[in-house]
């Protein structure tokens, strides 16, 4: 196929012209090899007993196949598109077996999972990497529970469909896990038939190369009637300094990605069945290279239960956004003898993956239509008047004293009020002149967002998850307070699409971030960059401070809002060299990283 195709976003339309008459739908079906249609749940990896050691072995290569609608030629993991699922055990070995079939180098790396840093799987950084035809054996005890994924971390082949699910069953039932009859791994990703590289470019050459919603002379129009000239000019003056669009949410968009869930794109419709009254759960994987997805099945609730694998208190909500590399688990009781659509919408609402649930194959409901772009606003991003100081000659935006806590709109504090946040009243520093040209703004005034759903979810008139409803299970054994701070700025650049942390870009960066080993420290996230980061600590848990004290949840990857400033305690238990970074795969190779050395 000729590689410069661009599937269009998946529109309601296509849709109903492609499935119009079930036999039509059939038909889909047969195009799609046996592996993937897959009614039942996703292929298990084929696991061997020795004591007590489960051997799992996987083979990467290239292969052609059928995929998004077309033929593409993907990384296949076991011959599928994802990987077919690990499944462990905890308090048992686990020896995974990776076999390279590529013409060049690749890794797995076995994402929120703690193990020797040597088996972590970061060329560079924990190993050399696998080279062609050769095998590399991950050999660690399995201390944790719960669902996680694993990818590879070389170059760009995770664009190319090197990923699949890792679930780890507990030693011993647990008493506080509710009981489910069924469950699914659900791998969410984005697919293009563009080449990652050509995408990355792209991306360099042209901010906002993917962006299609750019506001029109129309929202000009609207703008001015509800702000008034003044207000709306110097919006539009400020966002005309920062060279970036007030709609630009994701820097790839539907315009190049087909939305896959567990590999199949929304014709396909990958169905996961259930008897009517069961108790499903769902194991929800955000595999993708750069897509935030809202999550909603319309008609039924869903019940959050872990978050990165870890226990929560059960948490009821009609929708929840997940950023790249998070899982979350949920349970769903669908009690009617019906279908339910499980919708994927991407966050700039440019696309949307689409599965079913449903008593039988073949039965399908109603797909809800994409909703409107949200835009986001100054205020919305943490940008009012006194928020943020543009760099790059605006220093207009830099009106006001920096301590307008109350400007409307915040989505952040909420009733609750401020006072028991952890990081209240902390003055921010920034790096010498600013961090430089990597930075082209700094918030001068970063707010607490963990009870906000995000931008486009403030009006919704349902539950959406917030990052304050995340309460662990049990308390952490360890329970000390911080001996130590480390604040860390997310910096960026979009119109050079330079990505960086301090405005160090990892190629620029000083060295490691050095955590001491067995110290418990705080590290603080300041997002300077208009855009969301999921940000992945490997090797260690991050325990995100969302004001429940003991019962604060533990992350391996934590999505810091535009204007946000947050906080983690990190107990720093593993000695070695462990990667940092973006997990937006592009942030990363445009240098959104860093090793962190525990010693
Ligand atoms: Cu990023």
Redesign the pocket.
Known sequence: MDDKRKPAPFTRRQFLRSTTAAGLLAGVQGLFPAFAWNQTGNPVAPRRREGNTDIVDITIERQRMELAGGEAHPITINGSVPGPIIRLQEGRNAVLRVHNRLDEDTSIHWHGILLPFEMDGVPGVSFPGIPPGETFEARFPVKQSGTYWYHSHSGLQEQLGQYGALVIDPAEEDSGTPDYDREYSVVLSDWTFEDPHDVFRKLTVAEGYYNYHKRTVWDLFQDVEQKGWQETWAERTAWGDMRMSSRDMLDVTGAAYTYLINGLGPEANWTGQFRPGERVRLRFINASAMTFFDIRIPGLKMTVIEADGQPVEPAAVDEFRFGVAETYDVLVEPTEDRAYTLVAEAMDRSGMGRATLAPRAGMAAEIPELRPTPGRDLEDMGMGPGMMDMGGGSGSMEGGDGGDMGHGGMGGMGASGPQDWVLNGRKVMHGPDKHGAGAAMVAMNPQYRLSDPGVGLQEVEHKVLTYEDLKARRPYPDQREPEREIELH?T?NMGRYM?SFDGDQFSDADGPIRFHHGERLRLIMVND?M?D???HLHGMWMHLENRHGGLIPRKHTIVVKPGEMLSAQIHADAAGYWFFH???LY??HAG?ARVVHVA
């Open positions: 997310l960026g990505w960059t855009m980061h999921p940000i973006c997990h937006l942030h990363l959104m």
